[in-house]
Nanobody, 115 residues
Framework: QPQLVESGGGLVQPGGSLRLACAASGAIFSIYTMGWYRQAPGKQRELVASITSGGSTNYADSVKGRFTISRDNAKKTVYLQMNSLNPEDTALYYC?????????WGQGTQVTVSS
C-alpha cells in the first residue's frame, strides 16, 4: 500500500524559511512527476510546485522565485525549500503525484507563518 509521509512544517516568522520533506514507501516513485500541494483553511487544495522524473520543475506564480522543489529518487523523497515565507503561505502542505491518479493522501505537514 503506497504511503506518503510529509514532515518539516512548523511555525516561522515572515521572511523565514522551512524545508519540507515527503517520503514515499510501498510506492513506485521515480517514474512519476511529483508535486507539493497546499490547502489553506476554507480554500481548495492547490498545486504549488512539481518536478518531473527528469528533474524539470514548475511553480505556481505565487511561489515562483521563493520555493524550490527537488527529489532524491534513491530515497524516494521529494523536498520543498521555502524561503521568504509570508502569512499567505500558511497552509497544510501535502505531496503526491502530479498529473496522474494520486496515491492515498498523507496527513500533511502544517506550515504557519506568523509574527
Amino acid at each position: 500500500q503506497p504511503q506518503l509521509v510529509e514532515s518539516g512544517g512548523g511555525l516561522v516568522q515572515p521572511g523565514g524559511s522551512l524545508r519540507l520533506a515527503c517520503a514515499a514507501s510501498g510506492a513506485i516513485f521515480s517514474i512519476y512527476t511529483m508535486g507539493w500541494y497546499r490547502q489553506a483553511p476554507g480554500k481548495q487544495r492547490e498545486l504549488v510546485a512539481s518536478i518531473t522524473s527528469g528533474g524539470s520543475t514548475n511553480y505556481a506564480d505565487s511561489v515562483k522565485g521563493r520555493f524550490t522543489i527537488s527529489r532524491d529518487n534513491a530515497k524516494k523523497t521529494v523536498y520543498l525549500q521555502m524561503n521568504s515565507l509570508n502569512p499567505e503561505d500558511t497552509a497544510l502542505y501535502y505531496c503526491n503525484k502530479a498529473g496522474a491518479l494520486p496515491y492515498p493522501w498523507g496527513q500533511g505537514t502544517q506550515v504557519t507563518v506568523s509574527s
